[in-house]
């Protein structure tokens, strides 16, 4: 069964606007961790932000944001002022805390194109 | 930075070949994996590791064995390679409660 969804196959936006990203995760245990990765044109696989399911504040780093809506088992990826180099594939991936092996369940991927 | 070596980074085989990627890290990491990346599929999880010696199994693990000889080193091997594995593998690593940490990737061609 598919534990982690992204529907948006591709996005594209114009430089210095705001981009929303969505993901949908499948999951049984109380505590997980979720996180956005995003691949670069060289096929590169970077890690950029991290949400730990037991904390309600939405994690913050540089331009990305999260919107963590628990309920709705979304997290959604904001990147806000957008540039150029921010076009990539971006992957949403969940983690299990009771996933004795740090196992990491990504999703499809969306392709952002940022645009001048 | 964690880092994660993998070679080759680009393989032609034929039907039926024998083939083996290679991935080193070199942070003292336990867990190690391999995944294959093909489009509209993102990354499926082949088989992974936890220290040396020890093997699971992951989502997509037909037509593979895997073989983790020490703390740092995670081999891939398709003893009978088809077209169907034609496709773009990543090594990764991480410690327990950390961030994964991927390498470079390795374009595998079946031909």
């Known amino acids: 069964a598919q534990k982690v969804t992204q529907t948006q196959t591709s996005i594209s936006v114009v430089e210095k606007t705001t981009v929303t990203m969505d993901c949908v995760y499948e999951?049984?245990?109380?505590?997980?961790?979720l996180f956005w990765y995003k691949q670069t044109a060289s096929g590169e696989i970077v890690f950029l932000i991290r949400?730990?399911?037991?904390?309600?504040e939405n994690a913050t780093v540089g331009h990305y944001s999260l919107n963590f809506q628990k309920p709705k088992s979304s997290i959604g990826l904001i990147i806000t002022a957008t540039q150029i180099e921010d076009s990539a594939v971006y992957f949403c991936?969940?983690?299990?805390?009771?996933?004795?092996?740090?196992?990491?369940?990504f999703g499809s991927g969306t392709k952002l194109t940022v645009e001048p | 930075e964690a880092a994660v070596t993998q070679s080759p980074r680009n393989k032609v085989t034929v039907t039926g070949g024998n083939v083996t990627l290679s991935c080193r890290q070199t942070?003292?990491?336990?867990?190690m994996y391999w995944y294959r990346q093909d489009t509209g599929h993102g990354l499926r999880l082949i088989h992974y590791?936890?220290?040396?010696?020890?093997?699971q199994i992951g989502d997509v693990p037909d037509g593979y064995k895997a073989t983790r000889t020490t703390q740092e080193d995670f081999f891939l091997l398709l003893e009978l390679a088809s077209p169907s594995q034609t496709s773009l593998y990543f090594c990764?690593?991480?410690?327990?409660?950390?961030?994964?940490?991927f390498g470079k990737g390795t374009r595998l061609t079946v031909v």
């Open positions: 590791s936890y220290g040396a010696g020890n093997l």
């Open positions: 991936a969940m983690r299990e805390v009771m996933s004795n092996y740090n196992v990491l369940y």
């Open positions: 990764a690593s991480s410690y327990r409660g950390t961030e994964v940490f």
């Open positions: 949400q730990d399911s037991y904390k309600k």
């Open positions: 942070n003292s990491h336990n867990y």
């Open positions: 999951t049984r245990d109380s505590s997980y961790f």
